[in-house]
């Protein structure tokens, strides 16, 4: 267990309202570059002509057997992304190409589709961002579930990069303690939440895991832990893959289950994929309710959109949402309508006519600069004359997030 401390990072001071961190993108090979060029907005592998496809054998399979047809996409400006994950690196593993350039989406601007302000900046290894970004619970998504409880000390297991943190920390709570056991997830963490302690930990391990609860009982300090959240590893769960009930993984979140039992927060929040519902005929997500049930917590569980709390984003998410003394929590109402797909790719329309338009992938990230493919630098300046939307003013810091989602109202 290791205790990360600001210091082990770059600290280096900037003046926020011209800086933009992170903007750099993937390279791409000949051949990727070929097939890309062939994608129109919106389009996909299908679109890729027949000659070019015989050049891949990957592509050649999808084309024989079909498959998603997120893969090798395009995104579309006038619609939230599709969810942004860990392989935006690659443009076969989903929606990464930019709407506009023949490149993949870069890091600033798979953050901004995960609703990451610009001032959080992602540290390490860049296949490690890739991960910080693409694991991340969008912090506006976190957000709407942290107005659920009144505001409070938070502790946050399985932080990763601090989505879920920032959200909460958005709606007014305080976060006084986070682990992750992944050391470029913690200096990034540490980075970007300089008054939280952060403690790398992993979990598997039963004296780690008694060292932490030490840790948080010093970090308390007498006081009551209002909330506790997490995020357990989610890859047994998803359904990005084949899901596998034996994957050591799935174990933590009963790890997070005896440390509730052990810190008696006023509320939990778990937070999975949707796959989580699955799993076993559902017998896992069974289990963790009955768990929180027989340890007097009110359980609800949600599955939410998150274009409709201002994400630009079509991702969803399962939050187990455990409250003592009180009734199970309602799910947080949207702000923006949600999407709702037809039959097909193109086939899609507003859920809700009486909300506000989801924000689109064009209000997200067409204020950034002009890069090419494998290019882009960590560190540039930003000049505020580039920003055109009020998603833009959000993610730069210049306009509250009340004050966005009034303003959209208003432009109906």
Request: charged share 20%; aromatic share 8%.
């Amino acid at each position: 267990m290791t205790s990360i401390s600001l210091t082990a990072v770059d600290t280096e001071i900037q003046e926020a309202s011209k800086v933009l961190y992170n903007h750099i993108c993937s390279p791409l090979s000949e051949l990727d570059m070929e097939m890309i060029r062939s994608v129109p907005e919106g389009g996909n592998w299908q679109d890729i002509p027949p000659e070019i496809i015989q050049k891949s054998a990957r592509l050649t399979q999808i084309h024989r057997s079909g498959g998603r047809t997120t893969y090798y996409g395009r995104l579309r400006k006038n619609l939230p992304s599709y969810t942004i994950n860990t392989y935006f690196n690659r443009p076969g593993n989903g929606t990464f190409v930019h709407p506009e350039q023949n490149r993949l989406i870069s890091m600033r601007e798979a953050a901004r589709l995960q609703s990451f302000t610009d001032q959080y900046r992602f540290l390490g290894s860049y296949s490690s961002r890739y991960k910080q970004i693409g694991n991340a619970v969008p912090p506006l998504l976190a957000r709407a579930v942290a107005t659920l409880f009144d505001p409070g000390l938070v502790i946050d297991l399985f932080s990763g990069a601090g989505g879920l943190s920032e959200g909460f920390v958005q709606a007014g709570h305080d976060v006084i303690l986070a682990s992750d056991c992944n050391s470029n997830m913690c200096k990034t963490y540490a980075y970007n939440h300089p008054a939280t302690e952060v403690i790398q930990v992993d979990l598997h391990l039963r004296e780690q895991s008694e060292n932490l609860l030490e840790e948080i009982e010093r970090t308390l300090a007498g006081r009551h832990l209002n909330t506790l959240v997490g995020g357990p590893p989610c890859q047994g769960f998803s359904t990005a893959g084949n899901r596998n009930a034996l994957d050591s993984r799935n174990s933590l979140v009963f790890r997070m289950l005896e440390i509730v039992h052990t810190l008696q927060p006023h509320n939990v929040v778990i937070e999975n994929v949707p796959g989580l519902k699955w799993m076993q005929q559902g017998q896992v997500l069974e289990s963790v309710v009955r768990a929180l049930e027989e340890l007097e917590y009110s359980v609800s569980v949600h599955n939410l959109k998150a274009e409709e709390f201002g994400v630009p984003q079509r991702r969803r998410r399962v939050f187990v949402v455990g409250q003592r003394d009180g009734d199970c929590k309602a799910a947080p109402a949207g702000v923006l309508a949600p999407i709702v797909r037809g039959r097909t790719r193109d086939d899609v329309k507003l859920g809700a006519k009486d909300l506000p338009s989801p924000v689109s992938v064009s209000e997200a990230i067409s204020d950034l600069p002009l890069i090419v493919s494998g290019g882009g630098e960590d560190l540039i300046e930003y000049d505020v004359n580039w920003t055109t939307t009020d998603y833009q003013r959000l993610m730069r810091e210049s306009l509250s997030f009340d004050d966005f989602i009034t303003k959209r109202a208003e432009q109906g």
